[in-house]
């Protein structure tokens, strides 16, 4: 609070940089952790909360005849644009700004001033949640090639790798400590995925220190072990990316930059989610990041610029790892039990400094800082949300084996939800997986619509009788998520908003609950006719357990596509596909059409929209 020397501005305007003539005039706060900007007119109010270490670059641009600009450019692509009516003002808020975003001490940092208000227990066991070391045992190590050793417990192996470490059993410690003195920063071969069904391993480290024609012998009898560590393979790849080269040649690869701890991070975690189903799952992907990014000693405190420093330090380096998994995510749909919002809430909060996970550049900075003893561990905090992010496309863990991506240019995605996600101005494709998730919660909200209106009914002893329940609509509740595709609204389940069906109000207890309860069943009758009419047209979809995303068409080759059902060009899919008809999904309005699942940002606040549902006798209220 030092740093802030004006905590509130009146009268500022948030310009959107898309849509000119569309401004907004407010009061801008400035907290030790937020900056919040509230809008004085409109009945919402709307506020944009910007965490401060969000926060990349302030600019404060020449006086104009609007007023002050002022610039805020955030790590996670939010612009905000903000004119100020005073220059002495602007500049105030300009170097509190500066100094808030980026703090010179640790200490500083939000996470250590963030408190759930939890129990000293709680914070304990959620540092416990995600196990690095319990990967090693689900791949059947300690084994007769493979041990965990915990030679490094005083960093004194490596001051950047974790406290254990794999290595090949048949070394001794005198080898990995030789070949540590080889490599930059000390970072010696280890193993950080093993493929069991053949013994392949992938192993990382650091460049030799020395040159190329200079040799260690200890160095040179650590490679020879872990290729002997795979009977199966009489050579081994050295800096190489396939991950091919593990399962079809079944051969040991030993992966490398020049420190080990960027593009080495990068390669290692791609190829362990292509090879292995369980790192696409929620848990899977939270042991891997803190495997081979935490532990491991990818810098977050340079890379993120969490503090004062050089910015020649700064790299979107796991940035770049995130938009590898989406990219992947595109052309395998049904391959991963998570969706883009889980990315994206991890992607935040390794800039937001709220969780001590991604603080310090190595194990060594985290304990050093007593993160553990003072923070609070983000896995716990995604854990509580993950309906939000799951994938309903997802088919399960046994569905997918090795992931073989297509790599040409034209499909490669530009991810609108992470570079595009705060421009309201634009209409960026619209994710069908996301539609749907909206979709599968808008169908939860309604089952407890109906069960509260079920217990009024029994609370006065009137005979309860369905009252638009799912199976009057074909019973479409019945699909599993996870199964395959072949009705694709089939598992929303929508029936309408009780509430909004019988005038926008609550039953009334003087009206009679049965006189009102058949009149929602008239009305429901007359939206599962109009349901069951569109329903029919999309029996021929087929989206097969194969289907990826894979074409300029944004649908390979192995899905069958057809039927009534429309796919607009906002949504990945080309023009050339030319579907029409009673249903369309597009990138403006999520899912739209006589069904009337709308709005403008993909359904995320009403899900059906009133002038959709107003033909079907059907509304939800806002």
């Known amino acids: 609070m030092d740093h802030i020397t004006v905590p509130k501005v009146e009268n500022v305007t948030l310009l959107d940089r898309y849509m000119g003539n569309k401004s907004a005039n407010g009061i801008l706060y400035l907290t030790a952790t937020h900056l919040i900007y509230v809008e004085a007119s409109g009945a919402d109010r709307k506020e944009t909360w910007i965490a401060l270490h969000h926060i990349a670059t302030v600019e404060k641009l020449p006086i104009t005849t609007l007023g002050c600009p002022l610039v805020l450019r955030c790590k996670n692509f939010r612009v905000a644009h903000f004119i100020l009516n005073s220059d002495t003002v602007c500049h105030e808020v300009y170097i509190s700004l500066l100094k808030l975003s980026q703090p010179a001490l640790p200490e500083d940092l939000y996470a250590f001033s963030y408190n759930p208000k939890s129990s000293k227990e709680m914070r304990e066991n959620g540092w416990k949640l995600i196990d690095p070391v319990s990967d090693f045992g689900r791949m059947g190590i300690p084994n007769r090639y493979w041990t965990i050793i915990d030679a490094n417990r005083n960093y004194e192996i490596c001051s950047t790798y974790p406290p254990e470490i794999v290595v090949p059993k048949s070394v001794t410690l005198e080898t990995v400590v030789g070949s540590s003195k080889f490599r930059s920063k000390e970072r010696v071969p280890v193993l950080c995925y093993l493929y069991k069904e053949n013994n392949a391993a992938i192993c990382r480290c650091s460049q030799p220190l020395s040159g190329f024609y200079t040799r260690c012998l200890d160095d ?82 340079q890379r993120c610029g969490h503090l004062e420093g050089d910015p020649k330090e700064v790299s979107p380096v796991f940035t770049q790892f995130l938009d590898c998994i989406w990219q992947l995510m595109e052309q395998f749909p049904c391959a991963f039990e998570f969706n883009e919002i889980f990315l994206l809430e991890i992607h935040d909060h390794i800039f937001s400094c709220q969780f001590g996970n991604f603080l310090g550049n190595c194990q060594k900075d985290r304990e050093d800082l007593r993160v553990y003893e003072k923070t609070y561990s983000v896995w716990p905090f995604l854990a509580q949300r993950k309906s939000d992010f799951r994938n309903p496309l997802y088919k399960g863990f046994t569905m997918y084996g090795m992931l073989n991506p297509s790599t040409v240019p034209y499909n490669i995605q530009f991810w609108c939800g992470m570079y595009n996600r705060f421009d309201s101005g634009l209409h960026p494709k619209q994710s069908m997986i996301e539609s749907l998730l909206k979709a599968k919660k808008q169908r939860i909200v309604l089952e407890a619509d109906v069960h509260k209106l079920e217990e009024k ?115 990945g899919s080309s023009e050339a596909m030319g579907f029409s008809g009673d249903i369309s999904i597009s990138g403006a309005t999520g899912l739209s059409g006589d069904m009337g699942i709308s709005g403008e940002t993909g359904s995320s606040d009403t899900g059906i929209s009133k002038a959709s549902t107003k033909e079907a006798g059907c509304s939800k209220q806002h």
């Open 220 to 301: 040179e009898l650590l490679l020879e072990a872990i290729g002997h560590t795979n009977p199966g393979s009489k050579f081994m790849y050295v800096i190489d990316t396939r991950p091919k080269a593990v399962k079809v040649e079944r051969t040991s690869v030993l992966v490398h930059c020049s420190d080990g701890w960027d593009r080495t991070a990068q390669v290692c975690s791609v190829a362990s989610i292509l090879l292995d189903p369980f790192y696409r799952t929620l848990k899977g992907l939270m042991i891997l990041i803190e495997k081979e990014w935490i532990s491991m000693g990818h810098k977050f405190s």
């Open 457 to 571: 009914l029994k609370a006065h002893d009137e005979p309860l009788e369905e009252v638009c329940t799912c199976s009057q609509l074909g019973n479409l509740s019945s699909q599993p998520l996870g199964s395959p595709l072949t009705d694709p609204l089939g598992f929303i389940s929508i029936d309408g908003d009780l509430n909004a069906l019988m005038g926008n109000g609550p039953l009334s207890r003087e009206g009679g609950l049965q006189a009102q309860t058949d009149q929602v069943k008239s009305q429901c009758a007359y939206c599962r006719h109009d349901y069951c009419g569109i329903m029919g047209s999309l029996r021929a979809i087929n989206i097969s357990e194969d289907v990826g995303f894979s074409s300029d068409p944004g649908i390979s080759e192995a899905g069958d596509v057809s039927g009534a059902m429309g796919i607009s060009g906002n949504t």
